[in-house]
């Protein structure tokens, strides 16, 4: 339909009053590709949405669509369209005249535009409720519209914001999967706001995590959730326990992290001398429900919590520091040795398995 | 409040051997409407009904006579005064709501678009509402001194040399008449109208401009249509207090113009309650054709 633009944003800051929303963040998201920006709420990637899509101006830096400085165009100069998260309908129109009303501000004439307005609603399968008002559909029959009204713009780029929070469960699933298949039929640029890490890793190419107005990583789902680059992205992400130390000796590559408690753990790769602070990831499902092979690739603790999950059984540990060690092991190697809340249980991973965190130089 | 105290009663008798003798729920929301039905019935149903029924009565200088008789309507209708009279009040009434429309969609623009702090919104708001702290008649009276032959306006644009001498039409004319009408009046088209416009999602306003409107595109193509019920609101309250008015009519015209309520006014003065009684029928079915007429154009269940 629309040839895709990359969007590269250049130390773009937000300042409201004396709090900065964004601080001076800097991405690539490439042409045609699905990138989510995933977080928090307040973490300020609302913000950053807005600001590319022109309804928030940009205190400092510079945003670049394709070969064009945007930083200072009004939203429809830009070749981005936007859905908003209550979607934004207009509750006076129906749905033609709502899908049309873009081409209406250009002046199309009226026979024409309800034409190709007809058109978008049927490549949404919505044509049959063309005549309708938009209070009398449901959710995601909304969306559908909203997504026709965004793309009958032809942009370059969509932004979406948070599009799918205002689903129930089951359909949030199904609008998903219609989000990716409508991204990749159109080709174009999708931008997703969420604070979804399951929607996020289920949708992108680019997951950015933002935190504080700062992005704490950039990359693509597997790398987030294999090497996460930090402590707020582990635990951001889920299924990692985070244990915090400093360095007390490097050896051969391996670095030793000595816990608050005074446990010790190894770890490989680290880049920070002795005397710094550190922290490790270890996935819950890499957790074995044995005593160590060495002392500092595990430990022993109290079980706190036990969640039956189906498939996999969940146990919550207390000790090294951490008052939420989580070990996810399978149902079967549960129950040939199950444990109860208040029992010792010694914990071990191998030193593959452990992930050197860093920290944000900020 | 005799009466509404032994509605309650009722009630709560009848609530307590609901319990006890499970009369059935219908019964019980029958009791729970009473106290309303008591209070509208004495108040607005009993007393239309008099007019009602008086308006087909006979009198003389001496007194009322109870009888049926259509002689009060075909003297209204049929005299020429009723028909320049209330000609001339849809002519203040129309002027009056064109007036008030236009200047309560600005006001109440303005308060809910451009104010960016609700407390400055209120603070505002409340500011609009001051006038109201006085009575009617004291607001319209103070336009005297201002409009006066020798009034504040008049003073001040001869003393500057704008004017040879002072412009007779400032005051007691169909000017002062609709500019006290429209200071009396705004407030009821701005509330309203302030009301939807508050409700508005400011989405729709950044989606507007997503599909690349320009600033008059938004207010014609989304505000305007979305303020709809709440014009609709403060146009019935303009029109219905307008088509009512008679002490603005009367004194800032100086007694030139008539209106309608004026007439009834007078008749009542000259003891000739069904003649006036009459007028008040007519009246009655004239303001309330207009006010279907707003909600035939005008959906305004969403506000309610």
Not at chain 2, 113 to 141: D, E, G, K
Request: aromatic share 8%.
């Amino acid at each position: 339909m629309s040839k895709a633009a990359e969007i590269d944003i250049a130390s773009v800051s937000k300042v409201y009053g004396t709090t900065t929303a964004v601080h001076a963040i800097s991405l690539k998201i490439s042409a045609g590709s699905y990138c989510c920006f995933l977080g928090p709420s307040g973490c300020g990637k609302t913000s950053t949405l807005r600001m590319i899509a022109g309804h928030e101006s940009i205190s400092s830096g510079d945003i670049r669509l394709g070969n064009v400085v945007v930083t200072d165009f009004p939203p429809a100069k830009r070749g981005t369209a936007m859905m908003f998260q209550s979607y934004a309908l207009f509750p006076h129109l129906d749905l033609i005249d709502n899908v049309a009303f873009s081409l209406k501000m250009k002046g199309v004439e009226k026979e024409e535009r309800r034409a190709k307005a007809l058109e978008m609603l049927t490549l949404m399968q919505m044509e049959a409720y063309a005549a309708r008002c938009p209070a009398q559909l449901s959710g995601g029959q909304q969306q559908r519209v909203a997504l026709a009204r965004a793309l009958i713009t032809d942009p370059e780029a969509l932004l979406l914001d948070e599009p799918l929070s205002a689903l129930d469960p089951f359909l949030k699933i199904r609008m998903r999967a219609e989000l990716k298949k409508l991204q990749k039929t159109l080709g174009i640029t999708f931008v997703h706001v969420t604070h979804s890490q399951e929607e996020a890793m289920a949708l992108a190419d680019l997951i950015v995590i933002m935190n504080d107005g700062r992005i704490e990583q950039a990359a693509a789902p597997r790398t987030v959730f294999e090497k996460p680059a930090t402590a707020f992205v582990a635990r951001f992400m889920g299924d990692h326990n985070v244990l915090s130390g400093r360095v007390t000796s490097i050896d051969g590559g391996i670095a030793t992290l000595t816990v608050p408690e005074g446990q010790t753990f190894s770890v490989r790769d680290i880049a920070q001398e002795i005397g710094k602070p550190v922290d490790i990831g270890i996935r819950t499902d890499r957790v074995r429900l044995e005593p160590a092979s060495e002392r500092s690739l595990g430990f022993q603790g109290v079980v706190a919590n036990v969640e039956y999950r189906g498939a996999s059984v969940k146990i919550t540990v207390v000790g090294a520091g951490s008052d939420d060690f989580t070990a996810v092991v399978s149902d079967a190697d549960y129950f040939r040795k199950p444990v109860s809340t208040g029992d010792a249980l010694s914990l071990s991973w191998a030193l593959e398995d452990v992930i050197p965190l860093g920290r944000l130089s900020a | 409040m005799a009466t509404i105290a032994s509605t309650e009663a009722n009630e709560t008798s009848g609530r307590a051997r609901s319990r006890g003798l499970r009369s059935p729920l219908r019964a019980i929301s029958y009791l729970q409407a009473t106290p309303l039905l008591l209070i509208l019935g004495f108040f607005f149903i009993l007393p239309i009904l008099t007019i009602l029924v008086v308006s087909f009565w006979d009198y003389d200088f001496a007194g009322l006579y109870p009888d049926f008789l259509t002689m009060n309507y075909t003297d209204t209708l049929g005299s020429r005064v009723t028909w320049k009279t209330y000609l001339n009040t849809l002519k203040f009434t129309a002027m009056t709501w064109a007036l008030t429309l236009v200047i309560g969609f600005w006001v109440a623009y303005f308060l809910a678009f451009h104010i960016r702090t609700t407390t400055m919104q209120m603070v505002l708001f409340l500011v609009c509402t001051v006038p109201f702290l006085t009575s009617n008649i004291i607001r319209m009276i103070s336009w005297i001194p201002v409009l006066g032959r020798n009034g504040l306006v008049n003073s001040t644009l001869t003393e500057l040399g704008i004017i040879p001498q002072p412009i007779e039409w400032l005051l007691y004319s169909d000017f002062a008449v609709v500019l006290a009408l429209v200071h009396l009046n705004t407030l009821f088209m701005v509330t309203p109208i302030f009301n939807t416009l508050m409700r508005i999602d400011r989405a729709l306003i950044e989606a507007a401009r997503d599909c690349g409107a320009s600033g008059w595109q938004v207010l014609w193509n989304v505000v305007l249509p979305l303020a709809k019920p709440g014009m609709a609101i403060g146009s019935i309250f303009v029109v219905t207090l307008v088509m009512a008015d008679f002490s603005t009519v009367q004194v800032m015209s100086g007694g030139q113009s008539a209106s309608v309520a004026l007439m009834m006014k007078n008749q009542m003065s000259l003891l000739q309650y069904p003649a006036a009684a009459a007028n008040a029928v007519v009246l009655l079915i004239v303001v309330l054709l207009m006010v279907a007429a707003i909600l035939r154009v005008v959906d305004i269940r969403k506000e309610l």
